[in-house]
């Protein structure tokens, strides 16, 4: 199981995606999502993210670079997966389900919590204007293959939309970070913390890491 100390950066879902990179350049906690769990999609680009915390937010922000760019889904909770994804799954820490927020390159959402990969209560679009988000990447459908991209995506979760009190934080909290793209011409399945089950599936808490709260 992976483990990262997730420092806090005060205010920083109120940054714009300048000042937020650059907080988060200087301030947070940096990893990689490079872990290839399933050999037959081996095609690995390179994924970097960088974690921080405020008092109300827990914030990701996620660079990649690689081949193809696939952004189809245009309406939030929709097939965000099958395009250039970014994602981040964290549990409950009272209750035994989890949540899951999967974002395409040019910022569609999809959120719910969970039980299971198959029972799912999607978030309200109330619920998913509570995120915020970002993307260096203009907002509109495009899906081009054989050429390297890069861009970057973020995202800043309320605690309280992962079943944590701000005012009354866990010391940490169980979590992944995947990167995939399944309809992409170099479809790819890859998570920060590994995986070991014979088929690509990230609807498994049980090998989520850990994410140590920062005062």
């Not at 999609?41 to 970097?48: K, L, Q, T, W």
């Amino acid at each position: 199981m992976n483990t990262i100390k997730v420092p806090f950066i005060e205010g920083i879902e109120k940054m714009s995606y300048e000042e937020m990179d650059m907080a988060m350049e200087t301030g947070a906690a940096k990893s990689f999502i490079g872990c290839v769990n399933w050999q037959e999609y081996p095609y690995r680009p390179d994924v970097a993210f960088s974690v921080a915390r405020s008092r109300t937010h827990l914030a990701v922000l996620y660079h990649v670079r690689g081949l193809d760019l696939r952004a189809m889904a245009m309406e939030d909770n929709g097939n965000v997966w099958e395009d250039s994804c970014c994602e981040f799954f964290a549990a409950d820490p009272s209750d035994g389900t989890y949540y899951n927020f999967e974002m395409n390159c040019i910022g569609t959402l999809l959120a719910s919590k969970r039980t299971s990969r198959e029972n799912a209560e999607m978030f309200s679009a109330e619920a998913l204007s509570r995120v915020v988000r970002h993307s260096t990447l203009q907002r509109k459908q495009r899906e081009l293959d054989g050429k390297i991209f890069g861009w970057s995506v973020g995202m800043c979760v309320p605690f309280d939309l992962i079943g944590a009190d701000p005012d009354n934080l866990p010391s940490s909290i169980r979590a992944n970070f995947y990167k995939c793209a399944d309809k992409s011409a170099h479809p790819h399945f890859l998570s920060w913390s590994p995986i070991d089950v014979p088929s690509p599936d990230f609807h498994r808490p049980e090998f989520f890491g850990e994410l140590i709260l920062q005062d």
